[in-house]
């Protein structure tokens, strides 16, 4: 690794924020558990392969080039490779951070506005 493991924490604290702020987001809007395992896989599916993560998304047909700066997996990916790997930047740093944080707050909000304790 060639970046700062500080640096490192902080970018996988604010995936681990992500990723479970949408979590509780299909908790809230599933009726149940099936349902949040079968919502879990339609979104998980289409962030890995449109992410950039496992290939590059520039082979892809333009039909995807609105959905792909949709995807926080993007952003994340982005900037663990330039802290890891010291590799060319898609994104600045600040812009992956902004990105990130919005999803969080977005989720957050989403999860907690359609929580409710009684069962549906």
């Not at 890995?48 to 995807?64: D, M, T």
């Amino acid at each position: 690794m060639v970046g700062s493991w500080w640096q490192f924490g902080g970018w996988i604290l604010l995936g681990t924020l992500v990723f479970l702020s949408i979590g509780f987001f299909m908790a809230a809007v599933s009726k149940n558990e099936e349902s949040c395992i079968a919502m879990g896989n339609i979104i998980n599916l289409p962030m890995i392969l449109l992410a950039g993560v496992f290939f590059p998304v520039n082979h892809l047909s333009r039909l995807f080039d609105f959905i792909i700066p949709l995807v926080p997996l993007n952003y994340l990916g982005d900037a663990l490779r330039q802290t890891m790997v010291d590799a060319p930047p898609i994104h600045s740093p600040l812009t992956n951070g902004l990105v990130l944080g919005a999803w969080v707050v977005v989720m957050t909000v989403l999860a907690v506005r359609f929580f409710s304790w009684e069962s549906r």
